[in-house]
Each structure stands twice: as C-alpha cells, then as structure tokens.
C-alpha cells in the first residue's frame, strides 16, 4: 500500500471521528485563552510561605493552594461543612470570586476526550490520535511529493479549488496537526494507566512529642526558597491530625515537609515519564501559553476543511475513474495503452484513445503504467504520461520507469504522449524520461513524444490526426472533457479589427452576469478571477470548451477578450458572429501559474497578436503604478494593434512604464518581438538582474523565440529561461 492509499482510507473511515475531534479541541481551546484573560498571576519572586501565610490570614478552613496554568491562584478548603474553592489574589491573599473549572458544557470534554463512551471510548480517541498522526505523516509526504520537495514547499499552489484549499491548509498546519496527535497519543497513554506517573506513598511520621507547637508557615524555610512560578499545589496540614504534614508539589518533583521542624520528611522527583506527559499537556491544550491555544484552535477547526476538502477531492477522482468497455486480456490484446496520472484526468484521454481503437477492429487492453509487459500478440503500445510535481512520476508509477527498462526489448512500436503544465520547470518531465529510455533501449517509435499543455483537447485532438495517418487508419478520437457549469454571458461592447486576410479580430466585452458577484459564495456565475484566467466558451453544436485568456479581472466589472478568426474554427466563428445583446455560455478557468499575483517587483511582458490581452489585463489593473514594459509584436498597426489606444491612455496615467512595438510586415517594423528583445538587451539584463518577473504570452512558436532570445541576453548573467521558472518569476500562456 502505498502513501496516497493510506492516506485516502485512513482519512475517508476515520475522518469523522477526527472531524469531531477537530472541532471539540477547538472549543476547548477557548479555556486557556479566557483563563488567561482573567488571571491575576503572583508577583515574580513571591514565594510559596509569603503566599501560604497571606491565604491563610484572609481564608480561614483552607486546605489547599493550587496554581494554574493560566497563573490564577485557586484555594480549596471548607466554610463549617460547606465546600468552597475561590480565586485569591496573590498580592494579599483576599478573596476575588467563586472558581469555575471551565466555562464550557463537561460533556465537550468529555466528547473530546472520551467521545461519551467512558473507557472504551477513551481507547477510541487514541485510536483515533493515531490515525490522525497517519494521515498527517502521509499527508507531509504527499505534499512534498505535489510542490517538488522542500526546497519548493512554499511554491504557488495549482489545482483544483478543493486541491488548493487542502494542499494551503495542510501546508500551514499539518506540522501542528502532527503534533496534537503525538501528544494527544502521550497523554492517552497516561490516562489509560499505560505509563506510571504517580509518585511514592506519603511517609510515616515519628510520634510529637508532647505540647510541641508547628512553625508558623513564613518560618518555613524550604517553603521561602521555593518560588510561586514554580507550585503545582500545596495541602496545608490539618489542624485537629498533629501528624498531618506540608505536602508540596512543583515542576520538579513533590515532597512532605514536617510542620514542627520544617525539614523535608521526603522528597521525590518528577519522573521522566510526568515531565514528558506535562509538556504534552500544554503542547495539546495550550494551558500556560494562551497564544499557542490560538494556533490550536484555529488547526482545529481547519479539520474540517481538510476532512471537506480531501472528500470532494476523493470525489472529483472516482469521477474521473476510467470506465472502459471491451476491455481484452492483455494476453490477446494487439494493441495496449499505459496510463500514469496523479489525479486521475489523463485516464479520459486513455478511454478517448481506447474507444476509437476499439471502434477499428483492434484487440484493446487499457492499465496502469507499473503493469506494463507486452505479449507476442502485442502491435502497438501507447503511454500516456501526467508529470507530478517537479518533474516527478505520479506516485502509483514510482517503479514503473525501472520495469519498462528491465522489460525485454519487442518490436512493437512506442508513442508516448505527455500531459502537463507549462507554467512548471519539469514540463512533462517525466514522459520525456520515458521516451528516452524507450529510445535508449532500442524501442521503436511510432510517432515523436508530444506533449500536452494543461489537458488541452485540442492538441489531443491533433495528437489523434497525426496516429491515425501513422496507423493509416481514420482514427476519430471523441475526448469529452467534463465541464463545470456555464453561465450565459451577454456581448455588451466589441472592439472590430481587419487583421491578416480571412482572419478578423475583435475584442468582445461580455456584460458581468446578474448573480456572479456572490458566485464565489453561492457556488453560481463566474465567481472571481483574474486577467490571465481563462474563459472556456462552449460554442453550439460541440461538447469541447475552446480556451481564451481574460483581458479582465472580476473588479473590473465586465469580461473581456480577444478572439482571432481560426480556419474553420466553430467557436471563433460563432464568436465574432454575435453582435451586442448576443450571448455565450462560459465557465471560468483559474490559470494561477500565470496570472500576475500582488508584487512589488518590476515585470515585463511579452505578447504577440491576441495575446496581448492578458498583458493588457495586467496593466489595465496597475493600480499601484508598479514598473511595467510592455513588449508587443503584430503584423500591421494599421490591422491588429490591439488595445492600442488603451495602452496609450494607460501609459499617460503611469499604469505602464515603457511600450515597445514592433510589426513584422510593414517596412521598418522593427520585425519580431524577439528582435525588440534583442535590441533592448542592456535594459532587460538590469531589470532581469534586479529581480523583475516575466509573463508571455502568444503562439508556442514566439514563446520559443522569446525564450532563445531571453536565454542569449541571460548568459553574461548566468541565468536562463529554465532558472526564471524554477524561480516562479518566469510564466507563459502559449497557444
């Protein structure tokens, strides 16, 4: 079993129990803080006779003193045959008011330490401390796993929303998670009677003689050198029992003192196993230290968000769970498809592919990468391949690379394809190990590695059109993304552009949908999002979303971007087809890697043709004035100089601080955007040197353009692209 299993089942069977443990410890963790609060703690330097003396002057009939964690001072003794314990106030012993151990009802402790179930039920909240110290020792290793090691740990956050919440609460207090368990564990251990912790019996005491009268307590010397910060608890002998003694308890250790001589009558040390138990006492509850019960209030109640979280995103993967039909055994099956996915979604590409094999006659045998072997019946085999992390295999296929290896070498040809996110330095990283040690090993190739950015269906769906004229076969590969609900937005404004011949442009402003202010609440509408996100339009007659980057942020009030006629495109053509009043439906999708977070550093941004728009998103929500250069490529500024005024006006107001414009078929255009990076050399150097975050965005083939040309500026330097992203300073939005 490995890491990921464990902590799924730990956390689906036991989760309630931790739920409920969570939300109990973090009521209890009130009481510290309000003792706290009320206390009036002992002067420093007063000593335990001063104060004995002081309560016994002001409290006749008192038994016994008792110091807090909180540092409140308790008394206990009788009032005639009535039963009284008060606050005192240490400064002059007088009485301050009645003594409540705790302001909450005793059935949540008893919920939290026993779950109402008395012995049985303290065994339970152990068993139950154990599994949470599971789930977090798990937990630890696969968030390590999922940002990339330690060196990454504190690295931006990708996924889901679920995936984000559970992965930024677990970063931020699974160590103190951890430790409640450990401790919760010890002191299970001590009240269940598993360790000793009690000390020796009291001692016999000689015969008084006759008429001796006992010291009064400020005589006690041994009482004077002990300090108040360090008492437990005092009984005061009793007067009418003349072999009655002092009993004092400490931090240190407890003893018996003789009344009548003031010596030590016998003394014993806090055991090992009562140190550890009181140190996990405060590390559980957080009595004597108020603000760290605060951290364990607060990790307490975000059990739930881990426990709601880790469900919907155990959910999210039984959805995604493979369900594939005809289905042959692998010993008949002429063509097989290996599968590595952390998440579960690259098991939809691998049922797309498995179906349209089926469809042409073949013998189709579909499973995890790690049960890769091959038969003599075998013709083709295809891997497809998520990368996790930084770089790494997803954790069911750890072993999977040291058995293709060790596997014989057939004459079936290879294609590997692999999924993954540009915005991470290990983009598909871990097909691109497989290829190699394919190719090594002397595996044929059916088609080159490709590799897919962000789940994109349409790059699956030119990954199919290049298999299917390598199988010269018409291979028709249905992939249907699962998609979140749409909302209807409304075309308000559109901006016309000529473009090249056969491809108009416009940018398209959508009014903001009635309900999407409170959409991030109420789980409706667009919710929020941030130029650079992206917008997923569903065009009529199709199932597949088409992707555009927003030019807009959800404060600006309206949504916007810009849409370049594709040949033959369904959802370009339909967009540019709508005039004001028209509509679309839409869903949000974050894009984190790219978008520009709060900065203070200089950025640069680089975008050709319609990817502009983010960057003028960027700009547009410069509030803040922060160092901004623009680098932009077109074609003709007559045609598609994008936003143009708009980057004028927001230039005139400092949103942005230098425009750089460069058009590639006009003369004296200044050529390429790369070309213009070239020429600004110096100044990019200094900015890159001092810190400045990069974001571009456009075709894949100016993205690479930019990258070489970045990487040449960089050498004097000694940096280049793949360091700027290994830093997350360097991001791209590539189409």
């Known amino acids: 079993m490995d890491w990921k299993t464990l902590h799924r089942w730990v956390g689906l069977v036991l989760g309630a129990l931790a739920l409920v443990l969570g939300l109990t410890g ?75 151990a705790s302001v909450l009802p005793r059935w949540v402790k008893n919920l939290h330490r026993a779950l109402l179930l008395g012995d049985a039920g303290r065994w339970g909240a152990a068993g139950t401390a154990l599994a949470m110290g599971l789930l977090c020792a798990s937990g630890l290793v696969l968030l390590l796993r999922r940002m990339g090691g330690w060196r990454h740990l504190a690295g931006r956050v990708r996924g889901t929303l679920a995936q984000r919440i559970h992965t930024v609460t677990g970063r931020v207090l699974l160590a103190v998670l951890l430790l409640t368990s450990v401790t919760g564990l010890t002191m299970s251990a001590s009240t269940l009677g598993l360790v000793a912790l009690d000390a020796g019996a009291e001692p016999e005491v000689a015969s008084v003689p006759t008429g001796q009268a006992a010291l009064p307590v400020a005589q006690l010397a041994l009482l004077q050198s002990v300090a108040v910060q360090d008492l437990r608890r005092l009984n005061f002998p009793d007067a009418a029992d003349p072999e009655d003694t002092w009993k004092l308890a400490t931090r240190q250790g407890a003893g018996w003192l003789d009344r009548y001589t003031g010596q030590w009558l016998a003394w014993q040390d806090a055991r090992l196993a009562q140190q550890v138990v009181d140190w996990a006492v405060v590390l559980h509850t957080g009595e004597a230290a108020w603000p760290w019960a605060v951290v364990l209030g607060v990790a307490g109640a975000s059990v739930s968000l881990f426990w709601l979280s880790g469900l919907l995103i155990w959910r999210q993967g039984r959805r995604q769970a493979p369900r594939l039909a005809h289905q042959s055994p692998l010993a008949q099956a002429d063509v097989l498809v290996f599968v590595a996915s952390e998440g579960g979604s690259t098991w939809g590409f691998a049922q797309a592919l498995h179906d349209a094999l089926v469809q042409q006659g073949h013998r189709v045998h579909t499973a995890a990468l790690e049960r890769f072997q091959t038969t003599p019946a075998t013709r083709q085999v295809f891997m497809l391949a998520a990368t996790y992390g930084d770089g790494q295999a997803p954790t069911h296929a750890r072993q999977a690379l040291e058995r293709i290896t060790a596997a014989p070498v057939a004459a079936a040809p290879v294609a590997v394809l692999g999924f993954g996110d540009r915005q991470y330095p290990g983009f598909c990283a871990y097909a691109q190990a497989l290829e190699a040690a394919l190719r090594a090993r002397g595996w044929p190739a059916l088609l080159p590695l490709e590799c897919i950015h962000q789940q994109s269906s349409q790059q699956f769906a030119r990954w199919g059109t290049a298999l299917a004229q390598a199988l010269g076969e018409p291979l028709q590969l249905d992939y249907v993304p699962r998609l979140p609900p749409t909302t209807a937005l409304t075309l308000a404004a559109r901006q016309d552009y000529p ?56 404060k600006d009030g309206f949504v916007e971007i810009c849409v370049r006629q594709m040949p033959g495109g369904l959802c370009s053509t339909h967009l540019l087809g709508l005039a004001p009043g028209g509509s679309v439906q839409a869903f949000l999708r974050p894009n984190p890697g790219f978008a520009l977070g709060r900065t203070r550093r200089s950025v640069v941004l680089i975008g050709a043709g319609t990817g502009v728009a983010p960057l003028a998103g960027f700009i547009r929500r410069n509030a803040r004035r922060l160092p901004m ?107």
């Open 26 to 100: 973090a009521l209890l963790a009130i009481d510290p803080v309000q003792q706290a609060w009320q206390a009036r703690p002992a002067a420093p330097g007063l000593s335990v006779a001063t104060l004995a003396e002081r309560v016994a002057r002001s409290v006749p009939g008192a038994e016994e003193l008792r110091r807090l964690p909180s540092g409140a001072i308790v008394v206990f003794g009788f009032d005639g045959e009535r039963a009284q314990a008060s606050y005192v106030d240490p400064a002059d012993g007088r009485v301050l008011g009645a003594y409540q």
């Open 629 to 735: 250069f623009l680098y932009f490529g077109g074609r003709d500024p007559a045609r598609d100089d994008y936003f143009g005024p708009e980057i004028a006006q927001w230039q005139q107001q400092g949103r942005v601080t230098s425009v750089t414009k460069v058009f590639s078929r006009i003369p004296g255009g200044g050529g390429y955007v790369q070309d213009a990076l070239r020429r600004d050399a110096e100044r990019l150097r200094g900015l890159l040197a001092q810190g400045a975050l990069v974001r571009v965005c456009g075709s894949r083939a100016m993205a690479q353009g930019v990258a070489q040309a970045l990487d040449e500026l960089l050498a004097p330097l000694h940096l280049d692209v793949q360091q700027l992203k290994a830093q997350e300073r360097y991001a791209e939005d590539v189409f």
């Open 499 to 554: 473009g090249q011949a056969g491809q108009p442009t416009a940018i398209l402003r959508f009014a903001w949908p009635a309900q999407g202010r409170l959409a991030h609440w109420r789980g409706q509408g667009l919710g929020r999002f941030a130029a650079g996100d992206l917008l997923g339009i569903v065009p009529p007659g199709s199932s597949v979303p088409r992707y555009y980057s927003l030019a807009s942020g959800w």
